[in-house]
């Protein structure tokens, strides 16, 4: 059963890497479009369903209760973390070490103008240009660690919920 839970983390790992890939390689426009950037959640999240699925139904003599199907999307989605911590340290350590540079740049200008575009007063959109200060810090090996980290507690979320569709129901109870 781990042997298969590693290869599904790996392989939703190369996709969600591969969906970033695609970004980067449709240029600026699109790798910092926020809604963008945002379907990755959809994409992971039905990856780590559908494999978390494939896990339980591959072992039907296991007892698949909530914890198996939390640590088993957990650690599926742990793993593809993994993969695309690595993807981002080599695109924006090795690849494009000015992306990040970049990127924060067309973040400030993508919010000025999305302020703008509502009405927000000059001092409002200067106080919120201050928190763009450090966004570059982000994108070093450090700063993605950090991310990555944090990251894990909104996996463990995720994983919660998911849990609570996957785990196998036991027969017999009405």
Known sequence: MWNNIIKYGLITGVITAGYLALLYAGGMSIFSNWWITLLLYPILIFCLIF????????????KFDYGKAFVTVFVIGAIASVVML????ILFNAIDKELGVKLTEQVIEQTMEMMEKFGAPASAIEESMKGFENMEDQFTVSGQVKSWATGLIVYAIIAAICAIFIKRKEEGIV
């Open 86 to 89: 690595i993807w981002n340290i």
């Open 51 to 62: 494999f978390a699925k494939k896990v339980r139904n591959e072992n039907p003599d296991v």
